[in-house]
């Protein structure tokens, strides 16, 4: 123990001992031990714990990264009863039983996953989506200039030199997006399902 600020004393670490997992009638949950902390009799004295690591550690047979030592982390998440023993959320396995090492090999871990695949809609919810968006819309779909530049082109197959209005060409290419919208609309009726 370590003397604090206003001589209070600080816990470095609480020995504990692993009464089993969390479970109910017919689950158990593994990632969730039920420990009882040393000295800790009610639940009163359990929020202090609350929210604070813990390491299980034991020894394995086989040597790995210089170490015989196995550490596994968790978080201690709330009392599980009155009677001081506290449910602890465990994080994962670490080699050894430093913090940094353990959150190395976590980022390791799920870098090796690979990328996550982006989600997939449904067929054809995309598309209902972006038909309504457009329905509720009231900007042009088509661009102006290029819509402007093909009525012009057409234009001069009929007639050398003629100029439009730009109000005209703006009522040209709102009446050519109904037009297209009632024929897109005409051809999803006539589909069949």
């Known amino acids: 123990m370590v003397k604090g600020r206003q001589g209070e004393r600080i816990r470095l670490y609480v020995r504990g001992t692993i009464l089993g997992y969390k479970r109910s009638k017919s689950n158990q ?16 004295e359990v929020d202090w714990y609350r929210g604070k690591r813990m390491a299980y ?8 990264n210089g170490s015989q030592y196995r550490c596994i ?21 670490g080699f050894s039983c430093t913090p940094a090492t353990y959150e190395a090999n976590r980022r390791s871990a799920s870098a090796a996953k690979g990328v996550k695949k ?4 449904r067929s054809g919810t995309v598309m209902l989506r972006e038909i309504r968006k457009y329905q509720m819309s009231i900007e042009l779909l088509i661009r102006k200039l290029p819509f402007q530049r093909l009525v012009r082109e057409i234009a ?15 009522v040209l290419q709102e009446a050519a997006e109904v037009f297209e919208q009632l024929e897109t609309s005409l051809v999803m009726l006539l589909e069949p399902a």
């Not at 550690?57 to 790995?64: G, N, P, Q």
């Not at 982006?118 to 809609?121: E, L, Q, S, V």
């Not at 001069?156 to 703006?170: A, E, G, L, Y």
């Open 29 to 44: 949950y593994p990632n969730t031990s039920l420990i009882q902390i040393e000295g800790v009799n009610t639940k009163e």
């Open 57 to 64: 550690i034991y020894k394995a047979k086989v040597k790995k």
């Open 73 to 93: 982390w968790g978080k201690v998440s709330r009392p599980h009863g009155n009677s001081g023993v506290v449910r602890a959320k465990e994080l994962g396995l």
């Open 118 to 121: 982006p989600y997939r809609f």
């Open 156 to 170: 001069q197959d009929f007639m050398t030199d003629i100029s439009f209005q730009n109000s005209v060409v703006t």
